[in-house]
């Protein structure tokens, strides 16, 4: 089988975890724009973020033969800080046209603020004109009453549903999303959100359709290789593995788009970029 992580954290990772999430078939990921645990001061400190993810990340991943997209975004926890989010808001177009960028997203609730809402609609706003699929992050609490209103901004919005996924799904929302026409995204954590035992119960009570999982993989306690992990669980309880390549391959590729992502052929270890420049190449990276 082969794996595509579509929201998970790269930046945070070792490139020993790119190395085993190779040997374990992942060959394709999105990392979305993310908290990075201490709130940012400046700006410019987002700015240079987004370049990491949109073009290191993307080539230290390929020397590993994984192909790297991203989504750009504020997210909803410095959405809070309003004179920053002016800021960074305003400068966000610059990068939402560049290449590997598939998506607006992280963006969403955190604590269902009024300055998170209007970051949201700025966004989405975004999105639609760039002609980009949304990641929307649903709030860890009170997560049923997030969810739903966030929908009913988007529906007020007219986002194209099938271009939106409402990720960080569990128990509590994912008929709430299904029903309302939104693809819903499960990120599987060893401990917290969704552990592979509790997904499963979900996987078998709605299938795959409009679904998507992920590991999301962040500076947290947090595993890269729960996608293979969470099939083989599967598998073991009586998954078919066609279905289940299908979850991990196939609906990513059908929500971000085939055309947007521009995988490699087959999807051999292979990314165009790499051939450009690997990491180990950029301007300013030491040589030995």
Known sequence: MKYFDPH???????????ENMFLAGVRAVVEPAFWLGQPRTYAGTFFDY???IIEFERTRAADFGISHRCTIGLNPKEANDEKLAAEVLEGLPEFLGREGVVAVGELGFDSITAAEERALRIQVQMAMDFDLAILVHTPHRDKYRGTTLLMDILDEMSVDRNRCVIDHSTEETTKLILDRGYWAGHTVYPQTKLTPERFANI??????????????????KSDPLLLPKTCAYLERRGANRATLQKLVWDNP???YGAEKLALPPGCEPFDPVAARATHSK???AATH
């Open 8 to 18: 998970i954290h790269c930046v945070s990772r070792t490139t020993d975890d790119y």
């Open 50 to 52: 987004f370049l990491s």
């Open 203 to 220: 996987f078998h009570e709605f299938g795959i359709e409009r679904i998507t999982l992920n590991t999301s993989a962040d500076w947290g």
């Open 253 to 255: 590729v059908a929500f």
């Open 282 to 284: 950029l301007p300013g």
